[in-house]
């Protein structure tokens, strides 16, 4: 079935079910950025790729909401279906909600499957619609009646990610929790959020494509840890190591039973913006608790790495420089030899690259190699049939990275491949002006990156120019390359805290023309303590050279070219001890200074 046909199927089971609206997001039980194929709902009714956009389908028509990385993308892939393309963000563009508010009548009703919507979202929907007299059912499962070949849920293996990397064991984590309770005056603790339970109870997995984290979910009170996950997968290893951790294992579906089951007076933490709607009502209907909504207390434990982890994320970004150099001196020389070369190429020659380097677990996401006009598409992601051939001449835009059993990389280049037009040579340098601003930021204790963020875009601002995106994320440790809570843009509050890890990543994006980024991940560290204050750096911890071809240099301050040539300078001291030959030769070269 194409698109449109797929979306009469859902209209005829709407009408079945009473519902005039029914809302497809791209989530899954656990609020997770990116989805098993099993919960790629949107995609499979819309057709859009991306990984991030929300489908609503009413009676007469249709519409995807999604952001401003995502708009070339999914005008194209729209392209002959009924889907309404609404830019978030755009000036007069209403939200999904406002558009519901608009288009339905008083009495009339929007359906959603409560497990694939926060708490938090569906208060907030529940509260406008109640307002105009519009009806919500919150417990439509919709999706799978028409999706007759839906993948199974996933259901990989599990494995423990050993104390040598995580720098504290599952019981010590779990006393930090219970310190937090202990201080908000709570008895349990309500988990749902993958990535925080990966990092809780130091294991791994491989549901989710890129991400090395398992289905589950967990509870914790003052005296039990409850980890509700499938059993069948986890070795006998595992399952010994959880309980010498003071984990009980409990069945993935057994997490409903828990939390049913509280029968004495309790005071439990959630936090309405990962719990899903279904396990929050059943907290809501149980009289023995009371909710107490609050943020998530793992999402800011593991988002302050201590030492041992940092040395092993500076390991993983060694080794990840090493792989690109690798892949850099194949990439060219097939590029020389005018060997037929593809963006998918590209992708392909970035894992194998990858593979070789010890503790290498994959990716860290799909690889986005966009080349000329490509690279406008913030998230551009060539395929095997879908794809351009690169030639000697204009930008190549790589963003990739690595899991590795020391850390998480995320890093992007923009290359050179021939001649490049003067107006691109200006916005590569402008680029580069931000990119070195935010690195050479020195800040005051109680920065957030609502703050930090204007000193990337100033610069570019300065051209009348902007990028439709944050700055930066946070990267985990062996999770999500996007982790929370903080992230260079204008709108987040989180304060900057010592060993918190931030991406620096601004670009320019002209539509049919060229796009260009360039990213590392920044560590904050002291700086100094003074009487006014204590003040925090950045200390760069990606590994690979900074292409110096397209730079317009007169562009440049002293300063930025100083800066540039100490980075170069560094790269080489980091890597040349694990390179040599034709290897050793290459970063020499890409690191000579301007």
């Not at 790629?40 to 401003?68: H, I, M, N, P």
């Not at 309405?272 to 396990?279: A, E, F, Q, W």
Request: glycine letters at 6%.
């Amino acid at each position: 079935m194409d698109t449109n046909e797929k979306l009469s199927c859902l209209r005829k089971v709407m009408k079945e079910q009473g519902v005039n609206a029914y809302i497809i997001p791209s989530s899954d039980p656990h609020m997770s950025e990116y989805v098993s194929e099993h919960w790629k709902s949107r995609q499979y009714f819309s057709g859009f790729t991306g990984s991030a956009g929300t489908l609503v389908v009413t009676d007469s028509e249709s519409g995807l909401w999604t952001d401003g990385r995502y708009y070339i993308q999914a005008a194209n892939e729209l392209t002959n279906s009924e889907v309404i393309l609404f830019k978030i963000g755009e000036k007069n563009v209403p939200s999904y909600i406002e558009y519901l508010l608009k288009n339905l009548k008083p009495s009339q009703v929007v359906g959603i499957d409560g497990r694939l919507f926060s708490a938090s979202t569906v208060q907030s929907m529940k509260a406008l619609l109640d307002k105009r007299s519009i009806g919500m059912k919150v417990n439509l499962d919709l999706v799978t009646p028409i999706w007759k070949d839906r993948p199974k849920a996933p259901l990989t293996e599990v494995y423990i990610h050993d104390v040598c990397y995580t720098g504290l064991t599952t019981k010590e984590k779990i006393q930090k929790v219970r310190e937090v309770m202990a201080v908000k005056q709570v008895d349990g603790y309500v988990m749902s959020e993958l990535a925080s339970i990966a990092w809780l109870f130091n294991i791994r997995a491989n549901d989710i494509d890129y991400n090395p984290m398992a289905v589950a979910y967990a509870y914790i009170t003052r005296e039990h840890a409850y980890l509700c996950i499938d059993g069948s997968r986890m070795p006998i290893n595992v399952s010994m190591e959880l309980k010498n951790q003071g984990v009980q294992v409990r069945k993935y579906e057994d997490i409903d039973k828990l939390l049913k089951g509280i029968l004495e007076p309790s005071k439990v933490l959630c936090h309405t913006s990962t719990i899903n709607y279904h396990l929050y009502r059943l907290l809501d209907k149980n009289l023995s608790v009371k909710i107490i909504e609050d943020e998530d207390i793992v999402i800011h434990l593991k988002a302050i790495k201590n030492e041992v982890e940092i040395q092993n994320i500076k390991e993983a970004h060694i080794k990840d420089g090493c792989a690109l150099v690798h892949f850099m001196i194949e990439f060219e020389k097939r590029l020389l030899e005018d060997e037929i070369l593809t963006e998918y190429d590209v992708i392909e020659m970035l894992r194998k690259a990858r593979r070789k380097q010890i503790h290498n677990k994959g990716e860290s996401f799909g690889s986005i190699v966009g080349y000329k006009e490509n690279a406008a598409m913030m998230h551009y992601a060539p395929t095997k049939e879908k794809y351009k051939q690169l030639k000697r001449e204009g930008l190549l835009l790589i963003d990739s990275g690595g899991q590795y059993l020391e850390g998480t990389t995320d890093i992007t280049r923009t290359f050179a491949l021939g001649s490049v037009q003067e107006e691109q040579k200006k916005h590569y340098t402008l680029v580069l002006k931000a990119h070195i601003g935010m690195a050479k930021a020195i800040f005051m204790e109680g920065c957030t990156g609502g703050n930090l963020d204007i000193l990337a875009r100033a610069p570019i601002w300065a051209h009348g120019l902007d990028y439709k995106c944050g700055t930066g994320h946070g990267v985990g440790f062996m999770l999500g390359v996007h982790e929370g809570p903080q992230s260079l843009r204008m709108t987040n509050n989180t304060i900057f805290k010592k060993g918190m890890l931030i991406t620096d990543e601004p670009g320019i994006y002209i539509k049919d023309s060229h796009g260009i980024r360039t990213e590392n991940i920044l560590l904050v560290k002291d700086y100094k303590k003074t009487l006014d204050g204590v003040f925090y750096q950045f200390e760069v911890i990606t590994y690979f050279p900074i292409d110096t071809v397209p730079i317009e240099k007169n562009l440049l301050t002293i300063d930025e070219v100083k800066w540039l040539n100490d980075y170069n300078q560094m790269v080489y001291d980091k890597l040349s001890p694990r390179l040599n030959g034709e290897a050793l030769n290459w970063l020499k070269e890409h690191t000579k200074a301007i």
